[in-house]
């Protein structure tokens, strides 16, 4: 089992920087692939990107792309999310979430979730 706790939210401009950090517990981090998703009330949840168990391979959803990285420190067993160039469409819940079976974009696919951290981009 893994808890994961996320920060690094906040309020930022349009086209500025945040990275969110997921510290999680439990020896078993470097099994999971871990996941980044965001939400927004009223709307779906939305995949942004995974990052292989090594860290090896990140992949992305296409509305990220280019923007976003997800790195991870296995020592320090925390996973990371770089977001540049932030649009206000950005704006959301984000939440690191581990997946024990393997690399996927389904949310059914993660068996643990952090509580998320806020992330506001203003025009």
């Known amino acids: 089992q893994v808890q994961l706790v996320e920060s690094g939210g906040g309020l930022v401009q349009a086209g500025g920087s945040l990275r969110l950090s997921c510290a999680a517990s439990g020896r078993t981090f470097t099994s999971y692939v871990m996941g980044w998703f965001r939400h927004t009330p009223g709307k779906e949840r939305e995949f942004v990107g995974y990052i292989t168990s090594s860290g090896g391979r990140a992949y992305y959803d296409d509305s990220v792309k280019g923007r976003f990285t997800i790195s991870r420190d296995n020592a320090k067993n925390t996973v990371y999310l770089q977001m540049n160039s932030l649009k206000p469409e950005d704006t959301a819940g984000y939440y690191c979430?581990?997946?024990?079976?393997?690399?996927?974009?389904?949310?059914?696919?993660?068996?643990?979730w952090g509580r998320g951290t806020q992330v506001t981009v203003s025009a």
């Open positions: 979430a581990a997946a024990p079976y393997g690399a996927t974009r389904e949310a059914n696919g993660y068996g643990y």
